[in-house]
């Protein structure tokens, strides 16, 4: 037997080894990376899935409230009075009685209900609020609604008002007094 055929079959079989060890090396390494992806993925699943589910009752919350402002809406009396006198008077206001005092009301009691859910307080506390406009009607309601919801940044300095004087309404306009001015 020729000696250079067995030289080569002798050292083919080690390369061979050694390209087998390769490649397994090489499909264990794409599967340790897929397994590490796989468990990245699952963990970023369950994180999102607990910020979304975190998010889910913050809705259900606001929801509920605004639920909420729309019952004590439906609820108020004054409102209720306001709106059947409407009704009868076909859904002309001037046919109402005391009609510029029951707007001036319905404008503040909507006012008050879209500031109570801390539109105005926000407002205030980023100062951005230029005027605050005041419907004032000699109306006692027995309960009290927040005007400006949670505000909790300090108090905010007012200008004197402008009064202009109504039919059983008085208007009231308040320069807001920046705090970087």
Same mark, same amino acid.
């Given at each position: 037997? /020729?000696?250079?055929?067995?030289?080569?079959? +002798?050292?083919?079989?080690? =390369?061979?080894?050694?390209?087998?060890?390769?490649? #397994?090396? #090489?499909?264990? %390494? +794409?599967?340790? &990376?897929?397994?590490?992806?796989?468990? $990245?993925?699952?963990?970023?699943?369950?994180?999102?899935?607990?910020? *979304?589910? @975190?998010?889910?009752?913050? %809705?259900? @919350?606001?929801?509920?409230?605004?639920?909420?402002?729309?019952?004590?809406?439906?609820? /108020?009396?004054? !409102?209720?009075?306001?709106?059947?006198?409407? @009704?009868?008077?076909?859904? $002309?206001?001037?046919?109402?009685?005391? *009609?510029? =005092?029951?707007?001036?009301?319905?404008? /503040?009691?909507?006012? &008050?209900?879209?500031?109570?859910?801390?539109?105005?307080?926000?407002?205030?506390?980023?100062?951005? &609020?230029?005027?605050?406009? +005041?419907?004032?009607?000699? &109306?006692?309601?027995?309960?009290?609604?927040?005007?400006?919801?949670?505000?909790? @940044?300090?108090? %905010?300095? !007012?200008?004197?008002?402008?009064?202009?004087?109504?039919?059983?309404?008085?208007?009231?306009?308040?320069?807001?007094?920046?705090? /970087?001015?």
């Amino acid at each position: 037997m /020729n000696t250079k055929a067995l030289r080569f079959k +002798v050292s083919f079989y080690p =390369a061979l080894a050694l390209l087998a060890a390769a490649l #397994v090396s #090489v499909f264990l %390494v +794409v599967r340790f &990376v897929d397994a590490e992806g796989d468990r $990245d993925l699952r963990a970023w699943q369950i994180r999102l899935g607990i910020v *979304a589910d @975190s998010r889910a009752e913050a %809705v259900t @919350s606001w929801i509920e409230s605004q639920y909420a402002t729309l019952t004590a809406l439906a609820e /108020n009396a004054s !409102l209720q009075i306001y709106m059947t006198e409407l @009704s009868l008077a076909s859904g $002309d206001p001037t046919k109402t009685t005391a *009609a510029a =005092a029951q707007a001036g009301y319905l404008r /503040n009691l909507l006012a &008050v209900t879209a500031a109570r859910g801390g539109v105005t307080g926000k407002a205030l506390e980023h100062d951005v &609020v230029d005027e605050i406009a +005041v419907e004032l009607a000699p &109306v006692l309601l027995g309960k009290g609604i927040r005007f400006f919801g949670q505000f909790t @940044s300090g108090p %905010v300095q !007012l200008d004197d008002p402008d009064l202009i004087k109504g039919e059983r309404v008085t208007h009231l306009r308040f320069r807001v007094r920046h705090r /970087n001015a």
